[in-house]
């Protein structure tokens, strides 16, 4: 089956720029989790969808973080605006139930 | 706040030998457990899980052990090749909550000829 798509690759913004990050899940999956993962560092929740509706999105600073799964396959993280601090991979995963499955995620540099 | 943890950062081990990577949690409620290997540049995949109702799971090279009682977990690798050279992570979750996995810092095996 095919994995977990995410694009782009990698990004570099400066500060106060935004970014958007997409993901298609592994078909059929219903749960699609973003996480963010710093250098060196387990990768961090962000929001948790089932279905196109939002589980768990405590840990997603929403003053500068969205994120969208409108039809309940892909899904949309945008970052507006960005700061240093949000330099990070964020990779997306999918499931249905366990385990999740990861993308290969986005890098993202902020200047 | 809960959290997830990893005895050793790094691990050094011969190419043949088998490795073992320790992982504390604290959470009393999690009750699925799941180890994920990470190359660099690359998303974590998949090696091994076990929910809270088994002491030990096996696959291939691998086993997990979960000990409930001092909240511990580990992963052993058989028989190490340097394919196996990677961090790996290991996380927890709880079924009620929808298998949002919390991840540890990460373990780096370094497997050498």
């Known amino acids: 089956e095919a994995g977990v798509a995410q694009s782009p690759r990698y990004k570099i913004i400066e500060k106060r720029q935004s970014v958007a990050f997409w993901c298609n899940p592994i078909?059929?999956?219903?749960?699609l989790y973003w996480y963010q993962q710093i250098l060196g560092q387990g990768p961090k929740l962000l929001i948790q969808f089932q279905n196109n509706g939002v589980v768990d999105d405590s840990q997603l600073p929403k003053d500068r973080f969205s994120a969208e799964r409108l039809k309940g396959v892909d899904s949309t993280l945008k970052i507006q605006p960005a700061k240093l601090e949000d330099s990070a991979v964020y990779l997306c995963?999918?499931?249905?139930?366990?385990?999740?499955?990861f993308g290969n995620g986005t890098r993202l540099t902020v200047t | 706040g809960e959290s997830v943890g990893l005895h050793l950062p790094t691990l050094s081990v011969q190419e043949g030998d088998n490795s073992i990577i320790n992982c504390a949690y604290s959470n009393s409620a999690s009750d699925y457990f799941i180890w994920y290997k990470q190359e660099s540049g690359k998303g974590p995949q998949f090696i091994i899980d076990?929910?809270?109702?088994?002491d030990k799971r096996q696959g291939q090279r691998v086993t997990v052990l979960l000990n409930k009682t001092v909240k511990h977990l580990s992963l052993q690798i058989a028989a190490t090749q340097p394919g196996d050279s990677a961090v790996y992570f290991c996380a927890e979750a709880r079924s009620n909550s929808g298998y949002a996995l919390n991840f540890g810092k990460g373990t780096s095996l370094l497997v050498t000829p």
């Open positions: 995963a999918s499931s249905l139930g366990t385990p999740l499955h």
């Open positions: 078909s059929g999956h219903a749960t």
């Open positions: 076990i929910r809270s109702n088994m």
